[in-house]
């Protein structure tokens, strides 16, 4: 087996794909702690919650205790046409860093919407049809999300309402339009639809909006329309369910050929993706029976695990989505320029955050100048052009393997590639034209945000 060369790339047949999910929560002892109603800070319960996120995503929400949930033959199916996805091996880059380490990436963005937010779009949507709703709003800032639920509500035939935050919009109207070949409406966000909009509108006249007031205006739509749910594309423990398929897949792909990572490596917005690659490895650890140094990566500029605080806060400026107790910089928090959209978010998933505080990872923050320096290298040797929230995880991935390059150590290091970057050719200008710049937020800054924190 270890004899053989392992290929460029290593894909799972159809037959290989798994069959359910794996829920790490079953496996933590200390589990994340439980949502809270905004207004009494008591538990959210099931048919609170119910008011607003369909029902079996619900019950997928609050299930602690079961490790594999089956995933229905309706969303095999539709996972099978862009799924497995691949499992490369970098030789290229290898090479031009001439080190010893051998490194993979788990790549996601070989589907039209471009990541691996996909993955958690088709059972919500699928989820959302099978209680017979008519239709489903959300938010989107990057756009990647709003995309990908698109397709999958087009899928299964299902109305799909998105606000997009408006500088997006404005930004990136490619974007709009592939969500309106899938037949998505899409207002840009704030709105004069919505009561909440019209209040941010007359307050702030003009205002670009934020990822929090379009989470704000999405649920305000699902709750007054009859047949209508929100949902969510990170953070929630049953996003990162949804997104165990992408590290199940990996651990089957390299045990093929007998691979076992040292370093694993994710870039962290909500912390979906990183929690899905992960979730296998992690599983063995939380069980004695492996150890593996795993790091998430987020910019610098919006560093909610290196130095956000461990508390219950906000998931929206409009306060009207249950509390989180997470790693958070605060729901007021503003990340400035930031050019990685998916990595904006001011918080930090509740099942991240507490391995994290159980130290089972690691955390680093970069600032973008670097990632983009990164993202053109992997560009020019690996030719894929990926997104720049990917190239995060890139970013100290190449370091890791240059840190081997000194000790001469041999690590094996697998990075989640978790999407391209076609869209974001107005961040990838701004790094061109040298007017991107590195803001990191001052201690003063995170602690006037700190003070505004629910008191729970
Ligand atoms: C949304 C997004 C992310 C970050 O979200 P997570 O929930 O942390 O995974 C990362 N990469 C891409 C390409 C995205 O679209």
Redesign the pocket.
């Known amino acids: 087996m270890t004899t053989e060369k392992i290929p460029y790339k290593i894909f799972l047949t159809e037959d290989e794909l798994p069959k359910a999910w794996y829920n790490l929560r079953a496996d933590m002892k200390n589990k994340p702690a439980p949502l809270l109603n905004p207004q009494t800070h008591a538990p959210m319960t099931a048919s609170e919650l119910e008011k607003v996120f369909c029902k079996e995503l619900v019950a997928q929400e609050l299930d602690d205790v079961n490790p594999y949930i089956p995933i229905p033959d309706e969303i095999l199916n539709f996972y099978r046409m862009y799924r497995p996805s691949p499992l490369v091996r970098a030789y290229c880059l290898e090479k031009k860093l001439q080190t010893p380490a051998k490194i993979y990436y788990k790549f996601?963005?070989q589907n039209t919407s471009?990541?691996?937010?996909l993955n958690s779009a088709i059972p919500q949507a699928y989820y959302a049809k099978k209680q017979g709703l008519k239709g489903v709003t959300t938010e989107t800032g990057?756009g990647?999300?709003g995309t990908a639920l698109a397709m999958a509500c087009s899928y299964y035939g299902l109305d799909c309402r998105v606000f997009m935050v408006k500088g997006s919009y404005e930004q990136k109207p490619f974007r709009r339009e592939v969500m309106r070949v899938y037949g998505a409406g899409v207002t840009p966000s704030p709105s004069d639809t919505t009561a909440i909009g019209r209040q941010i509108l007359a307050e702030h006249p003009g205002t670009t909006g934020s990822l929090g007031c379009a989470i704000s205006e999405a649920v305000e739509t699902a709750v007054n329309n009859e047949g209508y749910r929100y949902v969510l594309?990170?953070?929630l423990n049953l996003?990162m369910l949804h997104?165990s398929i992408v590290g199940l897949e990996s651990k089957a792909a390299m045990d093929k050929y007998g691979i076992r990572p040292d370093v694993i490596i994710?870039?962290?917005?909500?912390?979906?993706?990183?929690?899905?690659l992960i979730a296998p490895f992690m599983g063995e650890m939380l069980k004695g029976q492996a150890r593996y140094e795993i790091i998430a990566v987020e910019p610098s500029s919006c560093p909610s695990l290196t130095r956000g605080t461990f508390a219950y806060d906000y998931c929206d400026t409009g306060r009207v989505c249950p509390l989180a107790k997470m790693k958070t910089l605060g729901a007021n928090f503003s990340p400035g320029a930031n050019r990685?959209?998916?990595?904006r978010?001011h918080g930090m998933?509740p099942v991240l955050s507490q391995l994290y505080e159980d130290g089972y990872m690691k955390a680093v923050s970069v600032p973008q100048t670097k990632v983009f320096e990164a993202a053109e290298m992997f560009a020019r040797v690996e030719g894929t052009l990926p997104?720049p929230?990917?190239s995060h995880a890139i970013r100290i991935a190449i370091d890791e393997a240059l840190k081997c390059k000194e000790t001469g150590e041999e690590k094996t290091i697998l990075f989640g590639l978790?999407?391209t970057g076609y869209f974001d050719m107005y961040a990838y200008e701004k790094f061109h034209n040298h007017q991107m710049d590195d803001y990191i937020p001052s201690d003063e800054e995170l602690q006037k945000n700190f003070a505004l924190l629910p008191k729970v």
């Open positions: 996601e963005g471009g990541s691996h937010k990057a990647q999300w594309g990170s953070v996003v997104q994710g870039c962290a917005g909500g912390g979906s993706n990183l929690g899905g990685a959209g998916g990595l978010y998933s997104a929230e990917s978790t999407g």
